[in-house]
């Protein structure tokens, strides 16, 4: 029994490696051999509310068609970012919930749909699409992402070393900002020329019609029927975005000024932030309105927007921020807060956690007269455009084709 089950996996793996040898040669389609096209595995865990998955939303649904062909691998979760996915793109839900398990049915996957490249994003995804793709003898690259500032520990940077040899397998390591790629080369011990930075990809045309065609809910817009001023930001309620420092700056602002603070998102500290608010008596003028499906009809009644974040990678809600025309005030979030706003030309900046700078640079932006306020409107306008999603697509389409 022992030496068929040897011989098994003898044939198995010498099939595998004859597989590899073909790939390139052999097409799913008429098509994908008359045109060439590539063909990429994107893989993530869930479609969810995060920024990754909005990421690999607007590279799919931009990438050319002519040349490359999109597959979208998941775990067995449904996630919002599902129902605005292209639909003549191929979606396949591996049949499993745990990551880790998803190993040797993402290889399948990769080897039945003859892949030239495998795309993945976040360092745990990362870790299990090398992974798979070593076992789907298929022949196919490797291209991660990574989109967040990590590390600062020892034990930290000890894992993300580790990532760092699994990275090494790979063709290419995107990095979302200049600050990332030198946290990769520093912490992750990947070589330079091996790092490419490429921005987030923002879906300006989608927003421009969530906001001219979407509407804000019955029950929320008796919030902005008022003559106060509205301050509004957008994230996750969780230490890093630190809504706190906002909170208490928009305390000050208000003592100043008639205002309210709407925060979207969805969090575990959202009931120590509503008890904050309940302390510095400000309870009836701050809203928690949770995630929102279409926030930029929101950004956009707003007079400004806020980030109060430790640290970002990028910053993708300061873009989309002013893609809707709103002026921003955010903090020195390293590294990609100032990337975004070029160090404050784009929007007023501070020092994080500075709870006095937060509010006076809020204030400010709600008291700039019209000829202020309209320039600051047209220069985020024009700053929001340089990341459009179809300007930064083509960028991946070009490692795509330099890495295959």
Request: glycine letters at 6%; charged letters at 25%.
């Amino acid at each position: 029994m022992k030496h068929a089950y040897l011989h098994k996996t003898i044939n198995t793996f010498a099939k595998g490696l004859a597989n590899a040898k073909s790939s390139k040669m052999n097409c799913l389609t008429k098509d994908d051999c008359i045109l060439e096209k590539k063909r990429i595995i994107f893989f993530i865990y869930q479609m969810g509310a995060g920024g990754a998955a909005r990421t690999l939303l607007n590279i799919l649904n931009n990438i050319d068609r002519t040349k490359f062909n999109p597959v979208l691998v998941t775990l067995d979760y449904d996630g919002n970012y599902e129902q605005y996915l292209d639909p003549e793109i191929k979606f396949i839900k591996l049949k499993t919930k745990r990551l880790r398990s998803a190993i040797f049915p993402l290889a399948k996957v990769i080897r039945e749909q003859r892949a030239h490249i495998v795309f993945s994003t976040i360092p745990n995804y990362n870790t299990i699409a090398i992974l798979a793709n070593l076992f789907s003898f298929s022949g196919a690259k490797n291209i991660v992402r990574e989109a967040a500032y990590l590390g600062g520990t020892p034990a930290s940077n000890l894992k993300l070393r580790i990532y760092g040899l699994l990275y090494k397998l790979s063709s290419k390591v995107i990095a979302l900002s200049s600050g990332v790629k030198e946290n990769i080369v520093n912490r992750y011990k990947v070589k330079s020329d091996k790092v490419e930075v490429i921005y987030n990809p923002v879906d300006i045309d989608s927003i421009e019609r969530d906001m001219n065609d979407g509407t804000i809910a019955k029950n929320h817009l008796p919030i902005f029927a008022g003559h106060e001023k509205i301050i509004i930001t957008a994230g996750r309620l969780v230490k890093d975005k630190d809504q706190e420092t906002l909170i208490r700056a928009f305390a000050e602002v208000n003592n100043r000024i008639d205002a309210k603070l709407i925060i979207l998102g969805e969090g575990e500290l959202e009931s120590e932030l509503k008890s904050l608010a309940e302390e510095l008596h400000i309870a009836d003028r701050v809203y928690f309105l949770g995630f929102q499906q279409n926030p930029y009809i929101y950004f956009k009644q707003a007079d400004v927007f806020v980030l109060s974040s430790k640290r970002e990678g990028f910053g993708h809600v300061l873009a989309e921020a002013l893609a809707t025309g709103t002026p921003v005030v955010s903090t020195k979030a390293q590294p990609g807060a100032k990337e975004v706003l070029n160090d404050g030309e784009y929007g007023l900046m501070c020092e994080v956690g500075d709870v006095n700078a937060l509010g006076e640079k809020i204030y400010e932006t709600l008291t700039w007269n019209e000829e202020q306020l309209n320039h600051a409107i047209q220069k985020g306008l024009e700053r929001a455009g340089t990341f459009h999603a179809k300007k930064i697509v083509k960028k991946y389409e070009k490692v795509f084709q330099q890495n295959y």
